[in-house]
């Protein structure tokens, strides 16, 4: 049963990843984008045909820390395959908002998100999350009585994904009109942050090397 709440909510697993397996992440990475030689298409775009090594590696961790994740978040049973986004010096991910899914009423429903670092950057790259009550954050066309899979007084939220906002899709405009309270979060490499898929949330510019982050979706069971 999904609630309200946790879908806002925001916590962190400490050693998400041993820094033998963030060296390790690290390595398979950097030898797999010099085999493939991928360069995101625009600022932010992940890469999501990740090596079976790193995936087995991420999932495995995703199971290990499931019972801390729950206790925030209780209606998670698993998650999406893993994506991997880089910043390099000026980059930075933009305010968005994922959503539990484009049709929150279908499966997979996304009550969060995890995010964990493998390279950090010297300067800037840090994860953010807004806080808000503004009335343009909530979609209008879901009712806000419970729907099946959802607890009492369930709402939500619009979706403005980031690669949309970046091409300036119209869709995403209401965004801009969401002024919200930011929130950084500057967790090490190898600590996970979960946060709720309703939250806006972004990375600050990187000013200094580089930021590479591993991420998923937080999938929750009827």
Partial sequence: MITLTETLAVDTVDDFLTGEEVAR????????????GWKPAYVGEELSDLPEEVQG?????????????????????????WQLIQ?????????????????????????????VTVQD???????FFETTSSPHLWDPRFSTEAAPGYADGMRFTRIAPHDKI????????????????????PAGTGTAIVYGAQLIHGITPVTEGRCRKFITGLIAGD
Wanted: with cysteine; net charge negative; glycine share 8%.
């Fill in 57 to 81: 590696a991420l999932r495995a961790a995703a199971l290990r820390h499931l019972p801390e994740i729950r206790r925030t978040f209780p209606s998670a049973t698993g998650c999406s395959p």
């Fill in 25 to 36: 992440l690290a390595r398979a990475i950097d030898d797999f984008i010099q085999q493939t």
């Fill in 166 to 185: 970046s091409r300036q899709d119209p869709e995403t405009d209401w965004i801009h009109e969401v002024r919200g309270t930011p929130w950084t979060t």
């Fill in 87 to 115: 910043f390099d010096a000026a980059e930075g991910a933009v305010r968005h908002l994922d959503g539990i899914g484009p049709d929150p009423l279908a499966a997979p429903r996304h009550v969060a998100r995890i995010g």
């Fill in 121 to 127: 950057a010297q300067a800037g790259g840090q994860f």
